[in-house]
């Protein structure tokens, strides 16, 4: 059975991290101003991270340190949640996973857990709101702990594969053996990776029918050029996570 968090028409457009407009100045990713935006343009699908503050609230934030986003050396984990609001303050304006959640109760959340540390916290609050969540982890043992975590607090988000997962489900593809691809997609709803990985070209149309043979979808990160999304749209792919998410939605439409 289709989990809910598909119910909605293809293509998905997935607001990486939020969407930061173009022509935005001090706004930064995984921020509230940048959910906002996405919102606003009309997206229902945003990607984010999670990772942990010292006070052991889960937090929107991709790198597990400040220095790109906030010129801090310091990690995520060893900031308190006073001080890190104060420093997103003038950047967009930090979130908590919890507020996110509630702010934006139209929004459907693609969550990376980029942190084991944050997964069983993410688990217990995604649960209330599973039919709109999407779980994942590079970290296969980070994705099952925060999906248990769901579950033991009643809630069975929707769950993408992680690194190992895919590794692989690309060797099945690359066999053509039925259980093979099969053993790699079990228990998975989506599988969500780059067109590329170096040499190794990832999204072919062998493995876009191999995962659609399992009712399973495809999800391509991160596209920002409107021919390339035209190109996996029409090769089958049913999402593209973006930064781009206005040139998304536009190109989307014309393919509807």
């Known amino acids: 059975m289709t989990h809910a968090y598909f119910e909605s028409g293809r293509p998905r457009i997935f607001a990486h991290r939020g969407f930061v407009p173009p022509d935005s100045e001090g706004i930064v990713e995984n921020t509230f101003a940048a959910f906002a935006a996405a919102h606003a343009l009309g997206v229902r699908y945003v990607e984010s991270d ?20 906030a010129g801090d050396p310091r990690e995520v984990a060893e900031v308190g949640d006073r001080e890190l609001e104060d420093l997103m303050a003038d950047r967009g304006g930090l979130v908590t996973l919890a507020q996110a959640l509630e702010a934006f109760p139209s929004l459907f959340f693609n969550l990376d857990v980029k942190a084991e540390a944050a997964a069983d916290r993410v688990g217990a609050l995604v649960a209330p709101h599973a039919d709109r969540v999407l779980l994942t982890s590079f970290s296969e043992k980070t994705r099952k702990k925060a999906l248990r975590a769901a579950r033991a607090a009643g809630g069975r988000p929707a769950t993408s594969a992680g690194t190992v997962r895919i590794a692989a489900l690309v060797v099945a593809v690359a066999s053509g053996v039925p259980w093979l691809i099969g053993r790699a997609l079990r228990g998975i709803d989506a599988v969500q990776v780059p067109e590329r990985r170096g040499p190794v070209r990832v999204v072919s149309p062998r493995m876009i029918r191999a995962v659609h043979r399992a009712g399973v979808e495809m999800h391509v990160w991160t596209i920002n050029d409107a021919d390339s999304m035209r190109r996996l749209l029409a090769a089958g792919v049913d999402g593209i996570v973006t930064d781009r998410a206005d040139r998304a939605l536009t190109v989307a439409a014309g393919e509807r």
């Open 50 to 69: 999670c990772h942990v503050s010292a006070d052991g609230t889960v937090i929107l934030f991709h790198d597990a340190d400040l220095s790109r986003v």
